[in-house]
């Protein structure tokens, strides 16, 4: 069992920043591929970046290339997502969650824990 518990979320004016933070308790952090996604009201949960266990390789979507930066501290059992030139429609919950594979994945049902989110808002 992995634990994973969200912060970093508010509200930001659009063209601003935000960083999030995934802390992971239970098994090994470092044998885990993470992923951050979102979810916006009405909308299906959409994948947003992936990371390797070492940090190594990373994935984004095409909406958050050149954006966002997914990194990862081994050491501190943490990944985070930062977010810089925000727009309105970057508005949702952003989850992160952990895969057991070695290589990078999109879908959601690769993931195996999540989670419960922390809500990210974009004024215009």
């Known amino acids: 069992q992995v634990h994973l518990v969200e912060s970093g979320g508010g509200l930001v004016q659009a063209g601003g920043s935000l960083r999030l933070s995934c802390a992971a308790s239970g098994r090994p952090f470092s044998r885990y591929g993470m992923g951050w996604f979102r979810q916006a009201p009405g909308k299906e949960r959409e994948f947003v970046a992936a990371?390797?266990?070492?940090?190594?390789?990373?994935l984004y979507a095409d909406s958050v290339k050149g954006r966002f930066t997914i990194s990862r501290d081994n050491a501190e059992n943490t990944v985070f997502l930062e977010m810089n030139s925000l727009k309105p429609e970057d508005t949702a919950v952003y989850y992160c969650?952990?895969?057991?594979?070695?290589?990078?994945?999109?879908?959601?049902?690769?993931?195996?824990?999540w989670g419960q989110g922390t809500q990210v808002t974009v004024s215009s």
């Open positions: 969650a952990c895969q057991s594979g070695s290589l990078l994945y999109r879908s959601r049902r690769e993931y195996e824990y």
């Open positions: 990371i390797t266990w070492s940090g190594g390789s990373t």
